[in-house]
């Protein structure tokens, strides 16, 4: 097993160091810890519905993004909503993947796409607390890796992935794409991004994680594997073609972007971000810049690791879209949730702790995130 307290600096900034072990070392402890962090999170929220007489499983399928997910998967596209200020919401805004197996999982089984969607989503969170364990491990060892899973159950806003919404789906994909691309098998990276491509726009920054390293590794090796070009080629399908597919349907070729617009999502360089600071309550103002020092100091703590280049090209690129977009502010914690590189860092420093010491933080922040869920879901406002 390796030493989890081993420094993180050794991986090559490339994706062609062979790993000494290829096979990924048994997850059952990462699944396991993660599973309890989300089963704490379930629980504070059927307790908080229970006191407040609301309904949380509804709250979970049933609410914001969830119910554009599931016209799909029953309609097909061609809804649209038209705001009082004249702003048009068309569900084109919305990536196929999630509604296509919410579609082809409640044909098959005699659940409602609302549930069916719940499925995928609680599936794919496993699959991504596995690939997410996998890479730790590959970068830092086991025991960093079981802490790096775990901690990715308990982020702020780690109860959107109990919901019916895709950030479970795109995180599993982008992790096992990621991990593909250190283990050097391109195809299958470029075939998992393709796959990612078609759940959700963030897929933009696993393509550029992909692409940069490609370039990276070719520019060193002065030589262009033929399953690197054809793992770089595969990585921007998914996207594209549901790119092209809305620019077809609605007859112009900047269809998606425009109706990305419509929804508030265009790309303004952070000025919608910087506005909203501004206009907060000094204290709020300050807290505000506050988190976001923290989280340059985290990206700051990715780079002196040495992290892999395109772990580390991923994470920042998640972040960087996050950020420079014109979306409800509220949006911008969850948006940011698939960049688990970032509690790389984190997940290092605790493997150091002592075990017991290690369960109490990760409980305790286990009992904070579940709280913050119940909250936010119970409320009224968009995660």
Not at 208 to 217: F, M, N, P
Not at 331 to 359: D, E, H, K, T
Request: with cysteine; charged share 10%; proline share 7%.
């Amino acid at each position: 097993m390796p030493d989890a307290r081993r420094s993180v600096e050794a991986p090559a900034p490339t994706a062609t160091r062979t790993p000494t072990a290829t096979r990924t070392p048994t997850p059952t402890l990462a699944l396991l810890g993660y599973a309890a962090t989300r089963a704490i999170g379930l629980a504070i929220l059927a307790l908080a519905a229970v006191a407040t007489g609301k309904d949380g499983l509804h709250r979970l399928s049933g609410r914001w993004d969830s119910v554009w997910y599931v016209r799909i998967a029953e309609n097909g596209y061609g809804h649209q909503v038209t705001l009082p200020n004249g702003s048009v919401h068309s569900d084109l805004a919305f990536f196929p993947l999630l509604p296509a197996l919410e579609r082809g999982l409640s044909a098959v089984l005699p659940v409602d796409a609302a549930t069916a969607g719940l499925l995928v989503s609680w599936t794919a969170s496993l699959a991504a607390a596995w690939g997410i364990y996998a890479v730790g491990t590959h970068v830092a060892g086991q025991r960093a890796g079981v802490v790096l899973a775990v901690l990715w159950g308990v982020y702020p806003t780690a109860f959107v992935q109990s919901m019916a919404y895709t950030e479970t789906l795109f995180t599993a994909l982008a992790a096992w794409s990621i991990l593909a691309v250190l283990r050097g098998r391109w195809i299958l990276a470029g075939a998992l991004c393709a796959v990612a491509g078609l759940t959700r726009p963030t897929a933009a920054a696993l393509i550029a994680a992909l692409g940069i390293t490609a370039v990276v590794t070719v520019v060193r090796e002065r030589k262009l594997p033929a399953r690197i070009a054809a793992g770089v080629l595969l990585a921007p399908l998914g996207w594209l073609a549901y790119v092209v597919y809305v620019g077809v349907r609605e007859g112009s070729a900047t269809a998606y972007f425009d109706v990305q617009a419509a929804w508030g999502n265009s790309i303004d360089g952070g000025v919608a971000l910087a506005r909203f600071i501004w206009g907060l309550p000094p204290l709020a103002a300050l807290g505000l810049v506050a988190a976001l020092t923290l989280l340059g100091w985290l990206i700051a703590l990715c780079v002196r690791q040495k992290q892999p280049l395109p772990l580390l090209v991923y994470t920042i690129a998640v972040v960087v879209i996050s950020l420079i977009g014109a979306a409800y502010f509220g949006s911008r914690p969850r948006l940011m949730m698939p960049a688990f590189g970032l509690l790389l860092p984190p997940a290092v420093a605790l493997v150091r702790l002592r075990p017991r010491n290690q369960v109490l933080v990760l409980t305790g922040l286990a009992l904070a995130s579940g709280a913050y869920g119940a909250f936010t879901l119970l409320g009224s406002g968009p995660p």
